[in-house]
C-alpha cells in the first residue's frame, strides 16, 4: 500500500483503537496518544504505577498490528549485547569464523518493559537504535527494519534499584504518556473482563505496509505558517529566560529542545486527521503539547517540594503564549 485517502487514514485509525478497546477499558486518551506515536514513527514513554495495564496495552497493540514484536524486560544485569545481539563464533566446512546473531531489537514494535530498571550502559544500548533505527556492533552497522517503535514502560513510584532516564534518551522518545487511575464504572468493567469465562481476542487490523503510508500521508498535511509560529513561540517560551509564563520562570531550570517542536508538529498533524481535517489548528496543537513536552522541561526543587507537576506548569505556559503572534 503505497498511498491512502484522508477518509481512508481515519477509518484506519478506528479500526486500530476499536480492537484495542476489546480489551483494555477506557484509557481513550492513552490510546490515541500511543496510536499517535507510532502513525508519527517515534516512540512513547508510558508511565503509571502497577497494575495500571501498560505492559498490556502494548501487546494487545502488537496483536492489533501484523508485525513482528518483541518484549525485552529490563532488569539490572541485562546487558547491551542482550539488546543489540553480538557476533558468535560458527564452523562452516571446517572453517571459524564469526557470525551477527540478531538480538531482540530487530522487530517492528518492541516493548522496552520497566525501561527505568537496566543499568545506564544498558540504557546506552537503545539510544542508536531509537535515533537512527541501526545498530553498530564490533564497527558494523545493520539496519533495523521498517517500521521501527520502542514503546518503554516505567514505573514512577519504585525508585530503590532503578536508574532513572537521564535527559539525553528522555528526548528520543516523541511522547510521555501518563497512564492514570480508571474510574469505579471503569473498574467495574475490568473486573467483568479479566475475572469471568470470557476472553476478549482482538484481531489484526492494519500491517506495517499500512503504517508507513499513514506516516506518508500526515506528513503532507499543511500546517499555516501563524500555527507553526505558535509552536516556535511555545517551545522558546518553556526557557526560563525567555517565557511569558510566571511558572516556567519560577519552576523551570531548562526548558525543551527542537525535538519538541518536531513532536507537536507531527503530533498536530495526525490530530488533526484523526479528526477528518487536512489541515492543522491551534487546537491541534494544544491537544499534543503535554505529552510532546512533559519529559523536555526539567524542573527544579523548588517545582517538586511545592508538589507542581510539569503538566500544570505546561498548561499556563499555553495560555499565556498569544495565538495571534
Known amino acids: 500500500m503505497s498511498e491512502i485517502t484522508v477518509s ?11 480492537q484495542i478497546g476489546k480489551v483494555i477499558v477506557g484509557q481513550e486518551n492513552v490510546i490515541r496518544t500511543v496510536l499517535t506515536a507510532i502513525i508519527a514513527g517515534g516512540h512513547a514513554l508510558l508511565e503509571g504505577v ?4 501498560k505492559t498490556m496495552l502494548i501487546r494487545t497493540i502488537s496483536e492489533v498490528l501484523d508485525m513482528e514484536f518483541s518484549r525485552i524486560q529490563f532488569t539490572p544485569d541485562l546487558m547491551p549485547a542482550d539488546i543489540t545481539g553480538t557476533d558468535v563464533m560458527e564452523e562452516v566446512d ?3 569464523r564469526f557470525r551477527f546473531q540478531q538480538g531482540p531489537i530487530f522487530a517492528n514494535l518492541i516493548l522496552a518493559d520497566e525501561v527505568n530498571r537496566a543499568t545506564p550502559k544498558t540504557q546506552s544500548a537503545m ?16 539496519e533495523l527494519p521498517k517500521p521501527f517503535f520502542v514503546l518503554a514502560t516505567q514505573n514512577p513510584l519504585e525508585m530503590e534499584g532503578t536508574y532513572p532516564l537521564p535527559e539525553a534518551q528522555l528526548d528520543r522518545f516523541l511522547f510521555k504518556v501518563d497512564v492514570t487511575f480508571p474510574s469505579a464504572a471503569e473498574l467495574s468493567e475490568i473486573l467483568n473482563r479479566t475475572t469471568g469465562e470470557e476472553n476478549p481476542n482482538p484481531k489484526k487490523v492494519a500491517n ?5 503510508a499513514m506516516q506518508n500521508l500526515a506528513r503532507t ?4 505558517s501563524n500555527v507553526t509560529d505558535f509552536v516556535s513561540r511555545l517551545i522558546v517560551g518553556t526557557h526560563p529566560d525567555q517565557s511569558p509564563s510566571d511558572m516556567i520562570k519560577q519552576y523551570v531550570r531548562y526548558g525543551s529542545s527542537p525535538r519538541g517542536a518536531q513532536a507537536i508538529m507531527l503530533g498536530a498533524r495526525i490530530t488533526a486527521l484523526l ?21 523536555r522541561i526539567i524542573l527544579n526543587f523548588e517545582a517538586q517540594a511545592a508538589n507542581i507537576s510539569a503538566d500544570q506548569i505546561l498548561a499556563d505556559l499555553v495560555s499565556a503564549i498569544p495565538r495571534d503572534g
Request: aromatic share 6%; net charge negative.
Open 275 to 295: 479528526a477528518g481535517r487536512y489541515n492543522v489548528s491551534y487546537d491541534d496543537v494544544v491537544a499534543v503539547a503535554s505529552p510532546a513536552l512533559r519529559h
Open 127 to 142: 539510544l542508536e537504535a531509537m535515533q537512527e533505527k541501526t545498530v553498530t556492533v564490533a564497527n558494523d552497522t545493520y
Open 94 to 96: 571446517g572453517q571459524r
Open 208 to 212: 506495517g505496509a499500512k503504517i508507513i
Open 8 to 18: 481512508e487514514f481515519r477509518q484506519a485509525a478506528d479500526e486500530i483503537e476499536q
Open 221 to 224: 498535511v499543511p500546517v499555516p
Open 50 to 53: 502497577p497494575g495500571l495495564g
